[in-house]
């Protein structure tokens, strides 16, 4: 990559009891089985590192690489990430609102959702490992996901699925030569074959033993939005939530900004605010209540990225919009094709359904008055409308073919009444 290949990952830290792990692939806490978070030498950082020294790297997620966990050059995934950030006049037209920004990581490379992101770094880390063989349990765009990028990588793949998903997303995972294992059941039961797997298998499991690094590539959906508002933090940011992992990193991101002085503290700190689907929430209903403690459901939504009734890291995404300040709210599947359609007609965005709750959860925020119209927000878009077009199909007029005649034309679509001759 260039001058500096320094690691700055110190350790794994146990988020809920504090014992510190080597830098292995490790699933969770022996103790209380939380996640492990990655922790960095963030004075080493500040020392050696300038914000400027990053704004000359190439646009890609690897511009922040001293604060990902890898040790050397990325394996994968090198031109991942640094997806538009824009301004949505139009759409913040349609909700009442000031300054509306959306991060658009459905054109993210090279599959089109933000688990690019989470991929590279977990698979640029399955190499360091050594391992031959990956996997992951998915509702579908992480799955799309490792298999591109094991294809890439010249890795194995085994890819878990309920076998129910997007037929776009079982097609976008067989493409790129992955086994795709389709599981009779919901997501649940698949995670809990997976984690059966990677215990007796030498694999590299992305959501298992690599967990604790790939969740840390979700850390630079929040760089780039903070990088490309002029190195702010937005007052609020609206994030689709399935297993809650991707809206506590980008807070961790935030944080981290700050910390090293990269991004000044804003006069109002960043509020976090998850979305759901109602037909899965089990995050925003815990948000309601305001417990961290979840309580699991069984998922029934057209949001199939986000059905994770047993959300691995729903507790701390709870704790993360508790403490921020903001809300959790849920759409159901009517308001999501709403959302995906405004989003669509004002801004020109093709979002798939986590697209759409993320903009009909902001629009419900915006009408309680929880987001404030007058405050910078920017919404996360995570997922491409094109791999879950079943969604919004057969919800237009349609028009039936014409003969390739002007008059035609006219008739029917301009409404002109036809001259007799
Ligand atoms: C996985 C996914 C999410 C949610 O990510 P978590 O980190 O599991 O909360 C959001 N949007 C899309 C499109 C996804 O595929
Ligand atoms: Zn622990």
């Not at 990559?1 to 504090?18: F, I, P, T």
């Not at 030498?41 to 890898?70: F, H, K, V």
């Not at 067989?174 to 039961?189: E, P, R, S």
């Not at 993320?358 to 997922?383: C, F, H, W, Y």
Request: proline share 6%.
């Amino acid at each position: 990559m260039e001058e500096n290949l320094v690691s700055y990952l110190l350790h794994l830290r146990c988020r809920q009891c504090g014992k510190t792990y080597p830098t292995d692939p490790i699933a969770a806490c022996e103790e209380c089985w939380a996640p492990l978070e990655a922790v960095y030498d963030y004075a080493r950082i500040g020392s050696d590192i300038r914000r400027s020294d990053l704004e000359s790297r190439e646009p890609n997620m690897w511009r922040y690489r001293e604060l990902l966990p890898i040790e050397g050059d990325p394996w994968v995934g090198k031109h991942t990430g640094f997806t538009p950030l824009f301004l949505a006049p139009r759409l913040a037209k349609a909700l009442g609102v000031r300054e509306l920004y959306i991060k658009n990581d459905a054109v993210n490379h090279p599959t089109l959702s933000f688990k690019d992101r989470v991929v590279s770094v977990a698979l640029s880390k399955a190499h360091e490992f050594g391992f031959d063989t990956v996997g992951c349990s998915s509702t579908g765009n992480l799955g799309n996901a490792v298999a591109a990028q094991a294809a890439e990588g010249g890795f194995k793949a085994f890819i878990f699925i309920p076998s129910d998903i997007e037929p776009e997303k079982i097609v976008g995972t067989q493409i790129f030569g992955a086994t795709l294992v389709k599981i009779t059941g919901n997501y649940d039961h698949v995670n809990r074959l997976c984690a059966e797997i990677a215990q007796k298998y030498p694999w590299g499991m992305v959501n298992v033993n690599l967990r604790s690094y790939y969740s840390e590539g979700s850390k630079t959906f929040g760089y780039e939005v903070a990088e490309q508002l002029g190195w702010r933090l937005p007052q609020n940011l609206v994030c689709p939530m399935a297993g809650g992992s991707l809206i506590t990193k980008i807070a961790k991101a935030f944080g981290e900004l700050e910390k090293l002085g990269w991004a000044a503290p804003a006069a109002t700190p960043a509020k976090f605010f998850g979305a759901q689907a109602t037909g899965c929430s089990p995050i925003t209903s815990a948000v309601k209540r305001g417990t961290p403690e979840i309580e699991p459901q069984k998922p029934n939504t057209i949001a199939r990225s986000l059905a994770i009734g047993n959300p691995a890291d729903g507790f701390f995404a709870v704790k993360t919009i508790l403490a921020s300040g903001g809300a959790g709210e849920d759409v159901s599947d009517a308001e999501i094709v709403e959302g995906i359609k405004l989003l669509a007609e004002t801004e020109g965005v093709f979002a798939e359904t986590a697209g759409g709750v993320t903009v009909a959860v902001a629009r419900k925020l915006i009408q309680q008055g929880k987001i404030n119209p007058n405050e910078s927000t920017v919404l996360a878009i995570t997922g491409c409308g094109l791999k879950t077009v079943a969604a919004v199909n057969g919800r237009f007029e349609e028009n039936g073919a014409i003969r390739p005649r002007l008059k035609e034309f006219e008739e029917k679509f301009l409404g002109l009444t036809p001259v007799r001759e």
